[in-house]
């Protein structure tokens, strides 16, 4: 079966650095792009960006560029997202979201979801 | 690149057939066959329910339908059941940066 597998739920203090984890199960990572979203709580969805294991070209949107850091482990299948500092405003859920190779496809397998809460 | 605009919320009646809009720009929808549209249930992961404007993935009901007109692309559920219940986004790729922009989404009552 294929899913992706996310890690837990998390409590960071503002300033702290946090790296969240995406385990593609029942296919390998290298044969579909990963992308991220966010949902903060009661709002909408919010796409942050995606990238492709073989690719150092990852698209993040400016909403999110220099925020975060998107990247992956090809040897176990997993794909990660990571911040260097965390701001109050970084509390939500996040998605990580399979897309196929083919450009503008949509996002067809979705994560659970790990949420982050941000407080000090 | 702003969120697509969708209605904060449609309603209708069991066995009723609604519609929900998701306007975007000529640099989006009207530019690529390329919307889709999640369904989230409350504390669930948003799900793929249409791609490629109308397509449907394998094991999505054909209750559900997509089309496109213009910079405006639509959902209608026909057959409305208590389980559509939940919200809607629609997202279209837009080729530039942001590649990817979703919309406002729309909570479905059913009555």
């Known amino acids: 079966e294929v899913q992706l597998v996310q890690s837990g739920a998390e409590v960071k203090k503002p300033g702290e650095s946090l790296k969240i984890s995406c385990k593609a199960s029942?296919?390998?990572?290298?044969?579909?792009?990963m992308a991220w979203v966010r949902q903060m709580p009661g709002k909408g969805l919010e796409w942050m960006g995606i990238?492709?294991?073989?690719?150092?070209?990852?698209r993040y949107s400016p909403s999110f560029e220099g925020l975060v850091t998107m990247a992956a482990d090809r040897s176990i299948n997993t794909a990660y997202l990571h911040w260097g500092g965390l701001r109050a405003s970084d509390t939500g859920m996040y998605y990580c979201?399979?897309?196929?190779?083919?450009?503008?496809?949509?996002?067809?397998?979705w994560g659970p979801g790990t949420w982050v809460t941000v407080s000090s | 690149q702003s969120a697509l605009t969708q209605p904060a919320s449609v309603s209708g009646s069991p066995g009723q057939s609604i519609t929900i809009s998701c306007a975007g720009s000529?640099?989006?929808?009207?530019?690529?066959?390329?919307v889709s549209w999640h369904q989230q249930h409350p504390g669930k992961a948003p799900k793929l329910l249409i791609f490629d404007v109308s397509d449907l993935p394998s094991g999505v009901s054909n209750r559900f339908s997509g089309s496109k007109s213009g910079n405006t692309a639509s959902l209608t559920i026909s057959g409305l059941q208590a389980e559509d219940e939940a919200d809607y986004y629609c997202c279209s790729y837009t080729g530039s940066s942001p590649l990817y922009v979703f919309g406002t989404g729309t909570k479905v009552t059913v009555l």
């Open positions: 000529s640099s989006d929808i009207a530019r690529y066959n390329l």
């Open positions: 979201v399979r897309r196929p190779h083919r450009t503008g496809a949509a996002f067809d397998v």
């Open positions: 029942g296919y390998s990572l290298s044969d579909y792009w």
């Open positions: 990238m492709h294991p073989d690719d150092p070209n990852i």
